[in-house]
Each structure stands twice: as structure tokens, then as C-alpha cells.
């Protein structure tokens, strides 16, 4: 099974993306859909999560109020929805699905930031 990411670009400051995460398989069990990201020179950081059960969420200070992450269960994709976008949310951005048995990580999606 696989995590496809999608949806990443190059935008202008105060511009939106929308990212998409779908597993290429089935998941059983899966617990948790999250994003992370990774600027360069950094370590990957949290962006998002989202609980399957009861849809709670947890945003990072950074991006809260500008993102917000979804999901659809049935279609076991997550997504992230990014607006005033901002030079220093450019990074590479990757979906991770957390189930009972292991941890999933797509390959992913790269968002630029930049007039």
C-alpha cells in the first residue's frame, strides 16, 4: 500500500492550495491521517493530524487559522487546506496514516511559497 500526495505547486504569498492524500490500497485500522512537512535544512514537523474516530484534530501554532485538515473515511484520503499561504510555509509537505499495525508515509508533494 502507498500514499499518493497531491496537489502541491508554486503560489504566490497569501495564495491556497488544497493537498490530497490517498492510500493506494486498503488500510485497515487506521487511526490517525496527518500531514507533516519538512522546509529545507529543517526537520519534518507536524502540520496536522485528524482522529478517525470522532474527527477530532490538532493544528500546529504556526498554520492555525489559515489550514485546515479533512478526511474521507470511505475513500481513506486526508486533505489539507492551506490559505495565506506564506514564504515560510515553503516545504515539502507528507501525508502519514497511522494505523494499529504501522506508520504509512507518502513520498511527498512540494509547496512553494514565492512572488
Known amino acids: 500500500v502507498q500514499l499518493q500526495a497531491s496537489g502541491g505547486g508554486l503560489v504566490q504569498p497569501g495564495g491556497s492550495l488544497r493537498l490530497s492524500c490517498a492510500a493506494s490500497?486498503?488500510?485497515?485500522?487506521?487511526?490517525?491521517m496527518g500531514w507533516y512537512h519538512q522546509a529545507p535544512g529543517k526537520e519534518r514537523e507536524l502540520v496536522a493530524i485528524?482522529?478517525?474516530?470522532?474527527?477530532?484534530?490538532q493544528i500546529a501554532d504556526s498554520v492555525k487559522g489559515r489550514f485546515t485538515i479533512s478526511r474521507d473515511n470511505a475513500k481513506s484520503t486526508v486533505y489539507l487546506q492551506m490559505n495565506s499561504l506564506q514564504p515560510e510555509d515553503t516545504a515539502v509537505y507528507y501525508c502519514?496514516?497511522?494505523?494499529?499495525?504501522?506508520?504509512?508515509w507518502g513520498k511527498g508533494t512540494l509547496v512553494t511559497v514565492s512572488s
Open positions: 485528524i482522529f478517525i474516530s470522532g474527527g477530532s484534530t
Open positions: 490500497g486498503t488500510i485497515s485500522s487506521i487511526r490517525i
Open positions: 502519514n496514516f497511522q494505523s494499529l499495525a504501522r506508520n504509512y
